[in-house]
């Protein structure tokens, strides 16, 4: 069982930024892929970025390339998002997730084993 914590989350004007953070409380070795995901009001989880513990191989949605970097600290077993030129439609809930299979449909969220709690960031124009 894994327990996946963020933080990071809060407010922040247009063209700011922000870093989330993912602490995974326990690493079933370093096969397995981390995503972040993030939920509008109204609207379906969506894919925004993942990293593969193991290579370091990343993958973003266009909605964020660019903008965001995934990465990860082996010794924290902590991942990272940064988020810079936030746009006002980039508030969500973002959730960090772990993919023990490290499935080939990394941006779809049913292949993703555990979830963390989420962590709001609201972007205001």
């Known amino acids: 069982q894994l327990q996946l914590v963020e933080s990071g989350g809060g407010l922040v004007q247009a063209g700011g930024s922000l870093r989330l953070s993912c602490v995974v409380s326990r690493r079933t070795g370093t096969t397995f892929r981390m995503g972040w995901f993030r939920q509008a009001p109204g609207k379906e989880r969506e894919f925004v970025a993942a990293i593969s513990w193991s290579s370091g191989s990343t993958r973003y949605a266009d909605s964020v390339k660019g903008r965001f970097t995934v990465s990860r600290d082996n010794a924290k077993n902590t991942v990272y998002l940064q988020m810079k030129s936030l746009k006002p439609e980039d508030t969500a809930i973002y959730y960090c997730?772990?993919?023990?299979?490290?499935?080939?449909?990394?941006?779809?969220?049913?292949?993703?084993?555990?979830w963390g709690q989420g962590t709001q960031v609201t972007v205001s124009s």
């Open positions: 997730a772990a993919d023990l299979e490290i499935s080939p449909t990394y941006y779809s969220s049913r292949e993703y084993d555990y």
